[in-house]
């Protein structure tokens, strides 16, 4: 049995992160199953990563989120850390037009 185990977990870590998906949907029960896809949940950047794409510093990323233009959200399995959802940071800098860019 433990070969076998052994053998499943190599069988597993050749799969894509979709396929790795699919499986769990196979074999987890269907009321133990997350609310979401895991392949499309929100993803969180750090601080820095935020700073980094604003062209900022970390201490003008905290201050946009304590003026409310940024949303920090708690990282998963983290107590203190927190993160920005990357779709609102889109938002923020397209001026919430989607994929265009922000013009003056």
Do not use: W, Y
Request: charged share 30%.
């Amino acid at each position: 049995m433990k070969d076998k185990i052994e053998l499943a977990k190599l069988a597993v870590c050749q799969l894509n992160q979709k396929e790795r998906a699919e499986l769990m949907r196979l074999f987890m029960p269907s009321d133990q199953q997350p609310a979401s896809d895991p392949i499309h949940t929100p993803r969180l950047l750090r601080r820095a990563e935020v700073a980094r794409r604003l062209s900022c510093s970390i201490r003008n990323v905290d201050r946009l989120a304590k003026e409310g233009l940024l949303r920090k959200r708690q990282l998963p399995g983290r107590s203190r850390a927190s993160g920005f959802l990357e779709s609102e940071l889109t938002m923020l800098l397209t001026g919430g037009q989607g994929s265009e860019p922000f013009h003056d």
